[in-house]
């Protein structure tokens, strides 16, 4: 849960940005000679002029797809985007990015909150800040004696506050920097029940959790948003205890490596690893999970979970491109060996658009099957940014 209301602030925020100005694009379309949404190069539709010069703010709605939350939803809120008065011709600075937001979904979940992503480079900063509020359905799965899987849906009423600021070392690709989290929940089943199932206690329904972390980040990526090589690994340490704030005593290591390869000019070969550690005693709903497109929010979780996946894209021409993935994990308990945990796989296909050429950016939708689930994705970028 904790985790997931960050991804999914940081990249639900991302893809509505993609969409209200695809969508901006088209009522420009009926004057193309004059319009800045047509690129240079082709005439195609493209934004990177308007990318290049942002101003004021944008209204947008965006779709939430996540299989977790009822498949169906929408978010709406202003964008406001503010250029970095330190552009330079040699290097492109991202823009300073603040929304404000409200969703709700097929289950009756609702969120509203705010996000802030900020760049100095003059001192070779970047950090990110958000924050929200909101009433969340989610469903946790476990294995009972004779009756096999049930499935435990909780209401979360969460005030979420997410922080980090990253520096860096010298002129490398090597970052350093710290990262807070909190947050403070009141949980209530959606089920009937005469005692609380036994992985929650009476201590997780109404609690918060404090966690300040360590980051170390490499990233040797050619392009945040849509890469065709190169590196990016991020590493951080988490703690919660008594000193930290925390009701709860634990503590997270978590590891995400991601490799692109450019086997041809139109085919990049990607892979991701991912692990998450945990230690110490932890609410139910703060244990990592498995995050794979086709394999729902908190579906599988345990206290050290592996990630495995790889997604090939071969562009058919310079706007349009097809992708394929698979990936496999293993979301492992105290209780139980690696070996005897359950495997978990998903495999999906879909498609890109280079909506803005200029910055590489790529904006599509993915279909995705696992062991018993079903979701479709609308893809801003990279399906793997969940750190940038």
Known sequence: MVEYIIVFIKKKFFVALVLVLFH?????????KKSIFRDSLDNKLDFSEFLLHPKGFIPFMQPITEPALGHIGIMVAPIFIKPSKYQTKEKYVPPNITAFFGAYTANKSWLFGAFRMGF?????????????????????????????????????????????????????????????????????????????PEFVSDKDLKSNI????IVLEFDKRDNIFTPDKGLFVNTSFHVNDNWTGS??????????????????????????????????DAPFYAQPGIQLR???AARYQGTSTYIL?????????????????????????????????????????????????????RVGVDVAWSNNDFGYYIVFGSAWNQRN
């Open 309 to 361: 996946e790889t997604e090939q894209r071969y562009d058919v021409s310079l706007r349009w491109s097809g992708v394929a993935f698979g990936g496999m994990a293993k979301a492992v308990n105290d209780n139980q060996s690696f070996n005897e945990a359950d495997f978990i796989y998903n495999y999906g296909a879909g498609f890109r658009y280079l909506i803005a050429r200029k910055f590489k950016i």
């Open 120 to 196: 100095v480079p003059q001192h070779g900063i970047k950090y990110t800040v958000a924050t929200g509020y909101g009433a969340v359905n989610l469903s946790y799965y476990r294995e009972l004696p004779v009756v096999g899987e049930k499935e435990f849906e909780f209401n979360f009423r969460s005030f979420p506050f997410f922080g980090s600021i990253l520096k860096q070392i010298g002129g490398s690709n090597f970052y350093v920097g710290l990262e807070y989290l909190f947050m403070n929940s009141d949980i209530s089943p959606n089920f009937d029940f005469e005692t609380l």
């Open 294 to 296: 086709g394999v729902p």
């Open 247 to 280: 009701d709860f005593s634990f503590h997270n290591f978590e590891l995400i490596a991601l490799k692109y390869i450019q086997l041809r000019n139109n085919w990049i070969s990607g892979f991701r690893f991912q692990t998450d550690q945990q230690f110490g």
């Open 210 to 213: 404090s966690s300040p972390g």
């Open 24 to 32: 901006t694009c088209l009522l420009a379309q009926d004057k193309p």
